[in-house]
């Protein structure tokens, strides 16, 4: 279920938030899950470590520092499944950027471990999206 590809390597999953108690909370969860996370403070780290480490989906805690500018440029870089999580109110309009699901705060790491699970089952797509 946490396989990637043809290898025992478990999924890889980027986590993007401000916040380190935030980050550490649901990295716990989702480690315990027996994925491999990688944490970014910011949309900038994350895009590079999005560059740096091919994870097979990305986790974006809202409010970021440039808001929805943050969230545009890592979906632009990415055909990858993204959750946002975030309050109730920003749902519908993420989720038109082309969020894959939306988690809404306070955040249930039992919850946010399921979503992972449900769109990691779905068809793999291509990890980066090809230079224009």
Not at 37 to 64: F, Q, R, S
Request: charged share 30%; with cysteine.
């Amino acid at each position: 279920m946490t396989q990637r590809g043809a290898t025992s390597r478990p999924a890889c999953i980027l986590f993007v938030e401000k916040e380190e108690a935030l980050r550490l909370n649901s990295l716990g969860a989702l480690e315990a899950a027996g994925y491999e996370v990688v944490t970014a403070a910011d949309a900038m780290d994350g895009l590079k470590k999005l560059d740096e480490t091919h994870p097979d989906l990305i986790i974006i805690e809202l409010p970021m520092e440039n808001g929805e500018d943050d969230y545009l440029r890592i979906r632009q870089a990415s055909y990858l499944p993204i959750i946002v999580v975030g309050s109730r109110e920003e749902a519908a309009e993420i989720l038109e950027f082309g969020a894959d699901a939306y988690v809404t705060e306070p955040l249930s790491p039992v919850e946010l471990v399921a979503r992972v699970r449900a769109l990691l089952r779905r068809k793999p797509r291509p990890r980066i999206n090809p230079a224009p």
